[in-house]
């Protein structure tokens, strides 16, 4: 699996990058994480199977989601304390949430009125 975390200019998604791979690692998983930027998003959409947008690039995410969209990338937007997820753990659940929802598209349905 091909994550690519985004923010404005690539300092605070390189941490977050880097916890998540670890993390991955530590639990014997076969990721790959990259940083990226803004700007560099149109041509590193090709190569991810998830984006993880940082919290303060919310206002793009609407235009993130229809981009990815037809390349069949997950986008998820990262809760504002993210970067306190210091091993990674906690983003890559979110990683995971994604894809599971990828794989059952009517599970969050569901589970909104179970």
Same mark, same amino acid.
């Not at 990058?17 to 041509?43: F, K, M, N, W, Y």
């Not at 986008?75 to 304390?81: A, G, I, K, Q, W």
């Given at each position: 699996?091909r994550?690519?975390?985004v923010?404005?200019?690539g300092?605070?998604?390189t941490?977050v990058?880097?916890?998540?791979? @670890? +993390?991955?690692?530590d639990?014997? /998983? =076969?990721?790959?994480?990259?940083a990226?930027t803004?700007?560099s998003? &149109?041509? %590193?959409?090709?190569?991810a199977?998830?984006?993880l947008?940082?919290p303060?690039?919310? @206002? +793009?995410?609407?235009?993130i989601q /229809? =981009?990815?969209?037809p390349?069949?990338?997950r986008?998820?937007?990262l &809760?504002? %304390?993210?970067f306190t997820d210091?091993?990674g753990s906690?983003t890559?659940?979110?990683?995971?949430e994604?894809?599971t929802?990828?794989?059952d598209?009517?599970?969050?349905h569901r589970?909104e009125h179970?």
């Amino acid at each position: 699996m091909r994550i690519l975390v985004v923010c404005g200019a690539g300092a605070s998604s390189t941490f977050v990058a880097q916890r998540v791979r @670890h +993390a991955a690692h530590d639990r014997g /998983r =076969d990721i790959s994480a990259v940083a990226g930027t803004e700007q560099s998003l &149109p041509i %590193d959409l090709d190569a991810a199977d998830v984006v993880l947008v940082g919290p303060h690039l919310q @206002h +793009a995410i609407e235009r993130i989601q /229809r =981009d990815a969209a037809p390349r069949g990338t997950r986008v998820v937007l990262l &809760p504002p %304390d993210i970067f306190t997820d210091f091993d990674g753990s906690r983003t890559l659940a979110l990683v995971d949430e994604a894809m599971t929802a990828a794989a059952d598209p009517h599970r969050a349905h569901r589970e909104e009125h179970a």
